[in-house]
C-alpha cells in the first residue's frame, strides 16, 4: 500500500472509481497506469508533491492537459503529478501583462484577455491548457505577425528539483528564463505559472483557399514562395492531404482589413484560382478555434521537421507521390515562418534553436484502432526518412518524435551545451527526467549515440559535460 502526503493536493489510485478516466491522455497509443494521479491546487502543493516523488525514489511525470503527442506526460507504476487546477489568470492594472497558470484551456486564455482588449500569440488549439507548450516555443496562427509565445514570457514562477518556488525573470535566474525560453517544459522545474506581455488586438481578417487534388503540388510550390515574402501581418498554414481527400488547402490570419488582404493574396489566387475561396474579418476572439479541428482521444503520431527555404523540385515530387496514396488520417502541414518578427529577436535572447527555419513542418496521423498501427507509423515514418534530406535536420520540441534518434540535435541546435549547464546547475541529480529530456552530462557512447556536430561536442566536453564511459 502506497502513502500520499496530505499537502500534495487530492490523490487518485487505481481502487477510486474515476482512475480509469483520470489516467487517460489525449493519444490513445500511449495506455498507461500509473500508480497515483497527484493533482496540486497550488504552488506549495506541487512543491509537496516534488519533495514526495523526490525523497521516495518515485518515477513521475508531468501533466497540464495530457495532450503531449508521444505520451511523455504518463508512465507506468509511477505518479503523474498533474496541474489542471492549477487555473488562475491575472491582468495587471495597465493591462500589459498577464499572468496565467498551467491548468488553464487556451480557449479560456484568449477569452479572459479579449475580455480587456489584448492577447498573447499562443497556440491554436483552444481545448488544450497552455501548460504543455509554453516552454518549447509556441507556434500559433499569430507566429508571423507577432512571434514565437516565448518571445513574450517575462517571467515564471518554478518549483525547483529541491523543493523550492523559484521566482524567474531578467533580474533573478536569468539563466534559467532563458533555458525556459525553448528549452522545453518538464527539464527543470514544474512552472506554476507563467507572467506574459501582452498586446493589443481587435478585428482581424481570416481566410480559407482550398483547391483539388490534382495540381496541388503546383499551389503548395506557390505558396511557399509567396508565404516567405508575404507582409509579415499575414499568418498561415498549408495542408497537403492524400489524394483520396482531393483537397489542399491554406488558412490564416491577416492582422488588417479584407480589402487589402485580397490584394496580398492576389499573387497567390490568380496563379492558382481556388475552387473555394472565403475571407471574413471579425473581432478576434470569434476566430479563436477555427484553425483547428477538436480532435478527441484517438490513436495520433506527428513527425516535426523545419525547411530553411522553399522545397526543392524533387522535394516536392517526394511529397506528392507519398500522399498518392496514403492512409486516410494523415497529411502534411506546413506553417510559415520565415520574414517575420521571429528571426528578428536576438538569437542569444532564448533557447530556441531555429529563428533561421522558414517553415516549419509536421507530418501528422490519426486513426482509431491499434490494428491501424503499422500502416500509419510506416507511412509517417517512410514519408520523413525520404524527405529528411530537403529539411534543416531540425525539429520543434513542441512536437516531439521517440523515433528521432538525433532528438538533442534536432531539438536544440548549438545550444545544447548551455541548457545542459543549466541543467546542472538546477538539476544535478536529474529528478526532472523523463524519454527525452536535458541530460546532466553525457557519457562519450551516448555523445556518439547522438549524433552531435564536432562543434556541440567540443563545446560540450569544454564545460565539463561529457564524461568517460
Same mark, same amino acid.
Given at each position: 500500500m502506497h502513502e500520499y502526503p496530505r499537502n500534495a493536493g487530492t490523490v487518485t489510485t487505481p481502487s477510486d472509481p474515476d482512475y480509469e478516466r483520470a489516467r487517460r491522455i489525449w493519444n490513445n497509443r500511449f495506455d498507461c497506469?500509473?500508480?497515483?494521479?497527484?493533482?496540486?491546487?497550488?504552488?506549495?502543493?506541487?512543491?509537496?508533491?516534488?519533495?514526495?516523488?523526490?525523497?521516495?525514489?518515485? !518515477?513521475?511525470? #508531468?501533466? %497540464? $492537459?495530457?495532450?503531449?503527442?508521444?505520451?511523455?506526460?504518463?508512465?507506468?507504476? $509511477?505518479?503523474?503529478?498533474?496541474?489542471?487546477?492549477?487555473?488562475?489568470?491575472?491582468?495587471?492594472?495597465?493591462? %500589459?501583462?498577464?499572468? #496565467?497558470?498551467?491548468?488553464?484551456?487556451?480557449g479560456e486564455v484568449y477569452a479572459n484577455l479579449w475580455s480587456v482588449g489584448g492577447t498573447i500569440p499562443a497556440g491554436v488549439c483552444p481545448d488544450i491548457r497552455i501548460g504543455g507548450h509554453v516552454l518549447g516555443g509556441g507556434i500559433g496562427m499569430l507566429v508571423r505577425s507577432r512571434g514565437l509565445l516565448i518571445d513574450n514570457l517575462v517571467g515564471l514562477t518554478l518549483v525547483d528539483a529541491h523543493g523550492e518556488t523559484l521566482r524567474v525573470d531578467e533580474d533573478h535566474h536569468a539563466d534559467l528564463l532563458w533555458a525556459c525560453r525553448g528549452g522545453g517544459g518538464g527539464n527543470y522545474g514544474i512552472a506554476t505559472s507563467y507572467t506574459f506581455e501582452m498586446k493589443p488586438i481587435s478585428d482581424v481578417t481570416i481566410f480559407r483557399l482550398e483547391w483539388g487534388w490534382q495540381?496541388?503540388?503546383?499551389?503548395?510550390?506557390?505558396?511557399?514562395?509567396w508565404i516567405l515574402d508575404a507582409d509579415s501581418r499575414i499568418n498561415s498554414r498549408f495542408n497537403f492531404f492524400p489524394q483520396a481527400a482531393d483537397s489542399v488547402m491554406t488558412i490564416g490570419l491577416f492582422e488588417g482589413p479584407a480589402d487589402e488582404l485580397r490584394a496580398l493574396l492576389a499573387p497567390l489566387t490568380n496563379a492558382h484560382p481556388p475552387r473555394d475561396f472565403s475571407v471574413r474579418t471579425?473581432?478576434?476572439?470569434?476566430?479563436?478555434?477555427?484553425?483547428?479541428?477538436?480532435? !478527441?482521444?484517438?490513436?495520433?503520431?506527428?513527425?516535426?521537421?523545419?525547411?530553411?527555404?522553399?522545397?526543392?523540385t524533387e522535394a516536392l515530387k517526394t511529397l506528392e507521390?507519398?500522399?498518392?496514396?496514403?492512409?486516410?488520417?494523415?497529411?502534411?502541414?506546413?506553417?510559415?515562418?520565415? $520574414?517575420?518578427?521571429?528571426?528578428?529577436?536576438?538569437?542569444?535572447?532564448?533557447?530556441?534553436?531555429?529563428?533561421?527555419?522558414?517553415?516549419?513542418?509536421?507530418?501528422?496521423?490519426?486513426?482509431?484502432?491499434a490494428e491501424s498501427d503499422e500502416e500509419h507509423l510506416s507511412w509517417l515514418s517512410g514519408i520523413r526518412a525520404e524527405l529528411d534530406p530537403f529539411?534543416?535536420?531540425?525539429?520543434?520540441?513542441?512536437?516531439?518524435?521517440?523515433?528521432?534518434?538525433?532528438?538533442?540535435?534536432?531539438?536544440?541546435?548549438?545550444?545544447?551545451?548551455?541548457?545542459?549547464?543549466?541543467?546542472?546547475?538546477?538539476? !544535478?541529480?536529474?529528478?526532472?527526467?523523463?524519454?527525452?529530456?536535458? !541530460?546532466? %552530462?553525457?557519457?562519450?557512447?551516448?555523445?556518439?549515440?547522438?549524433?552531435?556536430?564536432?562543434?556541440?561536442?567540443?563545446?560540450?566536453r569544454a564545460r565539463g559535460l561529457v564524461t568517460t564511459g
Open positions: 497506469r500509473p500508480q497515483a494521479i497527484m493533482y496540486p491546487a497550488n504552488t506549495d502543493e506541487v512543491a509537496a508533491a516534488v519533495d514526495h516523488v523526490r525523497d521516495n525514489g518515485v !518515477p513521475f511525470r #508531468i501533466r %497540464s $492537459g495530457g495532450h503531449n503527442s508521444e505520451g511523455f506526460c504518463t508512465l507506468d507504476d $509511477g505518479i503523474v503529478i498533474d496541474l489542471s487546477k492549477l487555473g488562475s489568470i491575472a491582468v495587471n492594472e495597465d493591462r %500589459s501583462r498577464a499572468t #496565467i497558470s498551467p491548468g488553464v484551456h487556451l495540381g496541388g503540388i503546383g499551389v503548395l510550390d506557390a505558396w511557399q514562395h471579425m473581432p478576434y476572439m470569434e476566430c479563436v478555434g477555427t484553425f483547428s479541428e477538436q480532435v !478527441p482521444s484517438i490513436r495520433a503520431k506527428f513527425v516535426p521537421a523545419l525547411a530553411a527555404g522553399p522545397l526543392s507521390r507519398w500522399h498518392r496514396d496514403a492512409p486516410a488520417g494523415v497529411k502534411t502541414g506546413f506553417y510559415g515562418l520565415g $520574414g517575420t518578427v521571429l528571426g528578428s529577436v536576438a538569437p542569444e535572447s532564448s533557447a530556441f534553436a531555429h529563428r533561421d527555419a522558414s517553415i516549419c513542418v509536421e507530418y501528422l496521423g490519426h486513426w482509431h484502432g529539411m534543416t535536420g531540425g525539429a520543434y520540441v513542441n512536437s516531439p518524435d521517440r523515433d528521432l534518434e538525433n532528438w538533442l540535435h534536432a531539438y536544440y541546435g548549438e545550444n545544447l551545451p548551455r541548457l545542459m549547464e543549466v541543467k546542472r546547475a538546477y538539476d !544535478p541529480e536529474n529528478v526532472f527526467s523523463f524519454e527525452q529530456s536535458i !541530460p546532466v %552530462s553525457l557519457t562519450e557512447t551516448q555523445a556518439a549515440a547522438a549524433r552531435l556536430p564536432g562543434t556541440v561536442l567540443a563545446d560540450l
